[in-house]
């Protein structure tokens, strides 16, 4: 099994950063790659940015492209998500998620369903 949990949300104003954290444990030897994904009330989860937990590959969402930065630590298990120039829109709980398969990823990256973890979230609020 492998554990997620993030950090690093909040409330900000628009325009404003925040970096998003993610640590993972357990059996990290699994992982294949890691993603960030976005649920905003009433709306479906989405995709928001992914990288391969080794050759630092990285994917992101048209919505979040030129304003968001996926890395990540190996020796700290840690992934982040960079996030400068909020919007509102950008407001929404915010999911770590892991994924081992390298065939899944590179078909079905975006796909929350692919994913075989999840953290338990965290709150991203940016005010107008």
């Known amino acids: 099994q492998v554990q997620l949990v993030e950090s690093g949300g909040g409330l900000v104003q628009a325009g404003g950063s925040l970096r998003l954290s993610c640590a993972a444990s357990?059996?990290?030897?699994?992982?294949?790659?890691m993603g960030w994904f976005r649920q905003a009330p009433g709306k479906e989860r989405e995709f928001v940015a992914g990288?391969?937990?080794?050759?630092?590959?990285?994917y992101y969402a048209d919505s979040v492209k030129g304003r968001f930065t996926i890395s990540r630590d190996n020796a700290k298990n840690t992934v982040y998500l960079q996030m400068n120039s909020l919007k509102p829109e950008d407001t929404a709980v915010y999911y770590c998620?892991?994924?081992?398969?390298?065939?899944?990823?590179?078909?079905?990256?975006?796909?929350?369903?692919?994913?075989?973890?999840w953290g338990q979230g965290t709150q991203v609020t940016v005010s107008s």
């Open positions: 998620a892991a994924l081992r398969s390298w065939l899944t990823y590179t078909s079905s990256y975006s796909r929350w369903d692919a994913y075989d973890y």
């Open positions: 357990g059996r990290t030897f699994n992982i294949y790659a």
């Open positions: 990288i391969t937990w080794s050759g630092g590959s990285t």
